[in-house]
């Protein structure tokens, strides 16, 4: 009888052994949208150091064109999860991005950074004085980045009706204004910025130093898939919240990671992109919301026209982390 239980348990123990890695081998595939820069670090770091696979998940990170574009995936169901400015969440909220959607119901879980992005001129703007008259390039004239240029505009002298806007776009869309000379000024992201300064370009200001508190991307679920996919949300949310933690405790392998990601970046750069990832403005640890950005970006939609139809639980929903500690 002993041995006839010795014999099932080493056969049932073989079988669980002979089934792990079918298991292993067979995450639940996520698909995810954001933007391009270095700001995608934490969700880099999260596939090419096996936190999402620890997670149980395989995700992927794609490019978009702009926010119309993005926000059109993620209601076809192209996509899980985005990595977008917190105020996309809000102006297609409230009816107020580029393209309307009757059942628009995305909501920010985890916050990327506190508005680490560059105000970044060509080469003849010598100072925001000579911005008068010029023209100013957006992703969207009424969301993303575009009421943050505004406000420091405003803030350096420079009124709304003392510029042109035009819409071109995701950074590179913004990048390749500046460079044709269609734009004179624009919101961007590193690496960008500091390869634009290379070129002559000239960084005007750091725009987290020059706002103060505000939440910059974020990361964002529908409503509905979140509702019946509880178990993936958390499992990303431990995955992104550890990788997070890694960029600033593993300079090294953050740094190892931003270069394979980004072939471009010299070492030196890379080193001055990874002290902005975790200086003033820059990413949040354990991926935390920015109560007091998210005020501040909906303070900026009161200010430009936009006002935002409610308060932040409108646009943003505390309950996950809440579930993610109770887990």
């Not at 096996?50 to 064109?65: I, M, N, P, Y």
Request: charged residues 25%; positive net charge.
């Amino acid at each position: 009888m002993k041995s006839i239980t010795r014999r099932t348990t080493l056969a049932c123990a073989f079988m669980i052994g002979a089934l792990a890695p079918a298991f292993a081998q067979n995450p639940t595939p996520i698909r995810m949208i954001g933007f391009g820069g270095a700001t995608n670090l934490p969700a880099w770091v999260a596939i090419e150091k096996g936190f999402f696979a620890k997670e149980g998940l395989s995700v992927t990170l794609d490019r978009t064109q702009g926010s119309r574009e993005q926000m059109k995936d993620v209601m076809d169901g192209k996509y899980e999860f985005v990595t977008t400015a917190f105020d996309n969440i809000v102006a297609y909220t409230d009816g107020q991005g580029a393209t309307k959607f009757d059942n628009f119901d995305l909501t920010a879980i985890l916050g990327v950074h506190s508005g680490l992005n560059s105000v970044v001129a060509r080469p003849e703007i010598k100072s925001y004085a000579d911005l008068r008259g010029k023209v100013v390039a957006v992703d969207a004239v009424s969301s993303g980045y575009a009421t943050v240029l505004y406000e420091i505009l405003k803030r350096k002298g420079i009124d709304k009706g003392q510029y042109e806007i035009i819409s071109v776009g995701g950074t590179e869309g913004r990048v390749k204004a500046l460079d044709e000379g269609r734009g004179h000024v624009a919101i961007i992201s590193s690496p960008q910025d500091i390869q634009l300064e290379k070129k002559g370009f000239k960084i005007l200001d750091d725009a987290a130093a020059a706002l103060g508190d505000s939440q910059g991307s974020v990361y964002a679920v529908r409503k509905s898939w979140a509702k019946a996919h509880e178990k993936e949300v958390l499992a990303l949310m431990r995955a992104v919240i550890a990788a997070q933690n890694y960029v600033f405790e593993n300079r090294e392998g953050a740094i190892e990671v931003l270069m394979k990601r980004q072939p471009g970046v010299s070492r030196e750069d890379a080193e001055l992109i990874w002290k902005r990832l975790t200086g003033p403005g820059g990413l949040t640890r354990n991926a935390a919301l920015n109560q007091k950005g998210v005020e501040s970006v909906l303070e900026l939609r009161r200010v430009y026209g936009n006002a935002a139809k409610g308060g932040a639980a409108m646009y943003t929903d505390p309950s996950w982390q809440q579930r993610l500690g109770a887990k």
